[in-house]
């Protein structure tokens, strides 16, 4: 699978998650070309600050891979990572970061904070942006459409 191709998955995710009502934010982990771990947003049914797509995922694989440590992989989300989530990427040594649309209001790897590609830190992914960006954008403009709606 290409790039586009995992992006695609970590929308499925987002769109789980647009279905329960959560901000649609959708992650997938892949590592030597298979799809290890996959989280979408659950901060509203779980009532918790943390279960962010990301920090489900990296939760996943961490205990698929029996170890913290997810080197030699990487990470496709639908929206540019939060600071708490750029943090937690860097924490399991994710090897890449692609990202679809970037968050001008929260962003952790370039919009607001670039925590990400700094370089003062001793972990630094290489990052690509835009991997399917006019998708992941419209699922985030769908869902505070009809919210405001409502």
């Not at 990572?81 to 994710?94: H, K, L, S, T, W």
Request: proline share 3%; glycine share 10%.
């Amino acid at each position: 699978m290409d790039k586009n191709e995992y992006m695609k998955e970590a929308l499925k995710e987002a769109q789980k998650a647009y279905r329960k009502g959560e901000v649609p934010v959708g992650a997938v982990i892949v590592r030597r070309d298979e799809i290890i771990a996959r989280g979408h947003n659950l901060r509203e049914t779980g009532k918790s600050p943390l279960a962010h797509a990301e920090i489900i995922a990296i939760g996943k694989a961490a205990e698929k891979l029996g170890g913290w440590r997810l080197t030699e992989s990487q990470i496709y989300v639908t929206i540019e990572p939060c600071v708490m989530c750029a943090g937690a990427i860097m924490q399991a040594r994710i090897d890449e970061v692609f990202i679809g649309a970037m968050d001008p209001k929260a962003g952790g790897a370039g919009s607001v904070y670039y925590l990400l590609g700094d370089g003062l830190l001793y972990h630094v992914p290489k990052v690509v942006k835009g991997v399917l960006e006019d998708e992941c954008s419209a699922i985030m403009k769908e869902f505070f459409r009809e919210l405001r709606r409502k």
